[in-house]
C-alpha cells in the first residue's frame, strides 16, 4: 500500500519567513495529493491540493510543487503570519482511492 | 448542509465494550472514510467506503467493523474496546473516491479506561 513521508516533524520560523514542508510517496499510482492545515482541538481542513498532470499550483501565499520521477511534492508558505500556526499534513491517494496520510508537521511562526 | 455530522463528541468506555461511533453526511458523497488520530501518528485510516454497499480495510483496521447501508452512513463500530483504541476519530467524505477534496466531520474523543 501506499506509504506517506513527511518532514520535518515540527518547524519554527519568525514572521514574515517561508516555511517548507516536504512529503514523499511510494504509489506511483498516486495521482492526487492534498495538503491539510489542522488548528488545535478542530477538524483538518483542505488548503490546496495537486494533481499528478500539474507540476506546481499557487493559491496567494500558499503554493505546492509535485516531482513525480522523484515522488516528492512540497508545501510552500510565504510570507508566513503567526495564525499560520498549525499542523499541517501532506497526503496521497492509495491505487487512485483512499488517501493515506504523512504524520504531520508543526509549524510555529513567532512575532 | 450539515456537511459531515458525528456522534458523539466524547465517549468513555470500558475495556471490552462495544459501541458504535455514527457518522452522517448530507453532500452525497459516493467516498467516506474513518481515520484515527494519535498525537504524532498523523492520521490513519481505519476502513472506507467507495459507495453504499462497498466497505474495504485501511492502514489500522483490526478491532473495528463499518457497513454502508445508504449513502448517507457510515458507522465504526469497536467490537470490543481496547485501552489503544484511545483515541480521536474523524469520519470523511469526498465527492468521489481519491481524487477529491475530504470534508472531515468534528471529530469523536474516545477513551477507554
Known amino acids: 500500500g501506499e506509504n506517506v513521508e513527511q518532514h520535518p ?3 519554527s520560523v519568525q514572521e514574515g519567513d517561508s516555511a517548507v514542508i516536504k512529503c514523499t510517496y511510494s504509489d506511483s499510482a498516486s495521482n492526487y495529493f ?13 488548503i490546496i491540493d495537486i494533481r499528478s498532470n500539474v507540476g506546481e499550483k499557487k493559491d496567494q501565499r500558499i503554493a505546492v510543487t509535485l516531482n ?3 515522488k516528492h511534492f512540497s508545501l510552500h508558505i510565504t510570507e508566513t503570519q503567526p495564525e499560520d500556526s498549525a499542523v499541517y499534513f501532506c497526503a496521497a491517494n492509495q491505487a487512485g ?3 493515506i496520510f504523512g504524520k504531520g508537521t508543526t509549524l510555529s511562526v513567532s512575532s | 448542509n450539515a456537511g459531515v455530522t458525528q ?18 453526511q448530507d453532500m452525497n458523497h459516493e467516498y467516506m472514510s474513518w481515520y484515527r488520530q494519535d498525537p504524532g501518528m498523523g492520521l490513519r485510516l481505519i476502513h472506507y467506503s467507495v459507495g453504499a454497499g462497498i466497505t474495504d480495510q485501511g492502514e489500522v483496521p483490526n478491532g473495528y467493523n463499518v457497513s454502508r447501508s445508504t449513502t448517507e452512513d457510515f458507522p465504526l463500530r469497536l467490537l470490543s474496546a481496547a485501552p489503544s483504541q484511545t483515541s480521536v476519530y474523524f469520519c470523511a467524505s469526498s465527492h468521489k473516491a481519491g481524487g477529491s477534496p475530504l470534508h472531515f466531520g468534528n471529530g469523536t474523543r474516545l477513551t477507554v479506561t
Open chain 1, 9 to 11: 516533524s515540527t518547524l
Open chain 1, 34 to 46: 492534498p495538503w491539510y492545515k489542522q488548528e488545535l482541538g478542530k477538524r483538518p481542513q483542505l
Open chain 1, 68 to 70: 513525480k520521477t522523484a
Open chain 1, 97 to 99: 482511492t483512499a488517501l
Open chain 2, 7 to 24: 456522534t458523539p463528541k466524547f465517549q468513555v468506555l470500558k475495556t471490552g465494550q462495544s459501541m458504535t461511533l455514527q457518522c452522517a
